[in-house]
């Protein structure tokens, strides 16, 4: 049955979260022009939104999909029966598509599949990848919101509430688009990256019609995938990250981490009430750079915590010496209204936390630039951010846009923005590299 406005016939089974998992569903079809069929023979296809409970309610669930089958004959199955597929696909298996719950994206991008959307000048307007702040060839991937942390120097969470992961399905379909797009790196962030999925008990998503756990490993792994730069920022010490080593040791996903570690002593860290405050963290630098000696570790610490004394800052020095981190940015700590840490003893003199943070940063530089150093002589891939008179401006794999360094390349005028190039660096100051044009632009 054609008509000039598409029609999707609905069948709604189970519990009042599959009523909403229904209404999202629905809601997303009348936003984009679609009409909602009351019988099968009016529709061009029918989403079945099962159930899965008990034995009972999958019987029911497989009947209604065989119903619609015969009555209609193109059915999508979404829905908490849909999570086991093969029981759906040794029944039906003529549907045209399977989801699990909580899969709005899921379905809405398999009717558009099998019944186009209709033409909407105002929506059609916005480019799929949707509208972007940061140049075309980089963008910033946010995986979650809120946090389950409560560090005494932030309101976050009392702001924007308990972690909240995005379904992995549409963060996923999200770079995809980017990638699309002409994006050549994606900048994953949240406010606890390591802590992706545990809102949602690691629940399974789909993508491309494929399982996959809300997990930030499976996420990395999924990334990296598309073939582009991914980055990871706000990842915090915990051992689960250890498992994405072997996959940056292998390419698959930038050798990169940006760890907040905010102090060294434990007494401050405690005091911050930190995640992953109790890990030794200097083992775990050792053990990464063991498994891939290329990683970049980028860091902010605060200094003059209240209660910090002049030995818990001689303790982060020594750790800084010891981890030999690649960037490292400082902070001087300010109250900030609302944070628990305001009614914490011994405030620290502000000409004290201001000192100190000097005094780290001076102390940080000859180990950043030593870090650079060794990196003179090599060849490596860069990213074109930009381009003038005097040559090339690039980002070497350990530089994170705004943050980090840059990588010039003299004369090399002619490579284009949002291309990736092979250089080998010929020198360095304490925050950029220097390098040579050895072959562009790259295919990628
Ligand atoms: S981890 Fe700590 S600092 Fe970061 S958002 Fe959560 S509470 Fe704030």
């Known amino acids: 049955m054609s008509h000039s406005i598409p029609r999707v016939g609905f069948v709604s089974l189970g519990c009042p979260k599959a009523t909403v998992d229904s209404e999202h569903i629905l809601t997303r079809l009348r936003a984009e022009g679609y009409e909602i069929s009351g019988s099968y023979d009016d529709a061009e296809l029918v989403v079945v939104n099962t159930c899965g409970f008990i034995d009972a309610a999958v019987a029911e669930s497989l009947d209604a999909i065989g119903e619609a089958l015969s009555e209609n004959g193109r059915v999508i199955v979404t829905g908490c029966l849909g999570a086991k597929s093969d029981v759906i696909l040794d029944a039906h298996p003529q549907v045209l598509a399977v989801t699990g719950p909580h899969a709005t994206e899921e379905v809405m991008q398999a009717i558009h599949a099998h019944v186009p959307k209709p033409h909407d000048p105002?929506?059609?307007?916005?480019?799929?990848?949707?509208?972007?702040?940061?140049?075309?060839?980089?963008?910033?991937l946010k995986i979650s919101e809120g946090c389950n942390h409560r560090c005494t120097f932030c309101i976050i969470p009392s702001m924007r509430g308990d972690l909240v992961s995005r379904p992995i399905g549409d963060v996923l379909r999200e770079a995809e688009k980017l990638a699309e797009a002409g994006v050549k790196e994606l900048l994953v962030i949240s406010q606890d990256t390591s802590a992706y999925g545990v809102d949602v008990k690691y629940r399974t998503g789909f993508w491309g019609g494929r399982p996959?756990?809300?997990?930030?490993?499976?996420?990395?792994?999924?990334?990296g995938e598309l073939g582009i730069w991914v980055r990871m920022h706000y990842v915090y010490p915990y051992p689960s990250v250890d498992d994405l080593i072997p996959l940056m040791a292998e390419g698959h996903v930038l050798p990169y981490l940006d760890v907040p570690f905010q102090h060294a002593s434990a007494g401050v860290l405690k005091a911050m009430r930190r995640p992953a405050s109790a890990e030794n963290v200097l083992e775990r630098v050792k053990k990464w750079r063991s498994i891939c000696p290329d990683l970049t570790i980028r860091s902010t610490f605060i200094t003059g915590f209240p209660g910090e004394t002049e030995a818990d800052f001689e303790e982060l020095l020594r750790f800084?010496?010891?981890?030999?981190?690649?960037?490292?940015?400082?902070?001087?700590?300010?109250?900030?209204?609302?944070?628990?840490?305001?009614?914490?003893?011994?405030?620290?003199?502000?000409?004290?936390?201001?000192?100190?943070?000097?005094?780290?940063?001076?102390?940080?530089?000859?180990?950043?630039?030593?870090?650079?150093?060794?990196?003179?002589?090599?060849?490596?891939?860069?990213?074109?951010?930009?381009?003038?008179?005097?040559?090339?401006?690039a980002r070497s794999p350990g530089d994170a846009p705004d943050i980090d360094g840059l990588v010039y390349i003299p004369g090399a005028d002619h490579l284009e923005v949002g291309t990736f190039a092979q250089v080998r660096i010929t020198d360095c100051d304490v925050h950029d590299l220097y390098a040579d044009l050895l072959q562009d632009p790259l295919p990628r």
């Open 122 to 140: 105002f929506v059609d307007l916005v480019p799929p990848q949707g509208i972007r702040l940061t140049p075309k060839h980089y963008a910033y």
């Open 320 to 393: 800084l010496e010891m981890a030999e981190l690649d960037r490292v940015g400082a902070f001087a700590y300010s109250p900030v209204e609302g944070a628990a840490a305001n009614a914490l003893d011994n405030p620290v003199p502000e000409a004290v936390r201001e000192s100190r943070r000097a005094r780290l940063m001076a102390f940080q530089e000859d180990i950043s630039t030593q870090r650079l150093e060794a990196k003179i002589g090599r060849e490596m891939t860069v990213l074109i951010d930009d381009v003038d008179e005097d040559g090339a401006i």
């Open 212 to 223: 996959v756990k809300t997990r930030l490993l499976d996420l990395a792994k999924a990334l």
